[in-house]
Nanobody, 126 residues
Framework: QVQLVESGGGLMQAGGSLRLSCAAS????????MAWFRQAPGKEREFVAG????????DYADSVKGRFTISRDNAKNAVYLEMTSLKPEDTAVYYC???????????????????WGQGTQVTVSS
């Protein structure tokens, strides 16, 4: 498995941009599909974006399509989430997640996640 540490959260005004980073440890990081989830106050954790181990395929929740971009750098053991045109409803704790097994698609449900980061807070003010 991989260990994950997120960074880059903060307070931003609506319309602004933020870039989240997730640093992974473990030699086999490049074999795992990765995803970002988020949890807003009083709501369940939800899928935001996912990317395959090779980085050539990815997927987004409808609520962030066209605004967020997921990417990864396997040489740096890192995955990123570029967030633009931020909205107050994007306010949440954002979690980096690794798939439960190697060489399978990104997790879209919590039960499919093998490793979680500790989360980073993103707050968007109106």
């Amino acid at each position: 498995q991989v260990q994950l540490v997120e960074s880059g959260g903060g307070l931003m005004q609506a319309g602004g941009s933020l870039r989240l980073s997730c640093a992974a440890s473990g030699r086999t990081f490049s074999f795992y599909a990765m995803a970002w989830f988020r949890q807003a106050p009083g709501k369940e954790r939800e899928f935001v974006a996912g990317i395959r181990w090779s980085g050539v395929r990815y997927d987004y929740a409808d609520s962030v399509k066209g605004r967020f971009t997921i990417s990864r750098d396997n040489a740096k053991n890192a995955v990123y989430l570029e967030m633009t045109s931020l909205k107050p409803e994007d306010t949440a704790v954002y979690y980096c997640a690794a798939a439960g097994r190697q060489f399978i698609d990104w997790p879209k449900e919590e039960r499919d996640v093998g490793s979680w980061g500790q989360g980073t807070q993103v707050t968007v003010s109106s």
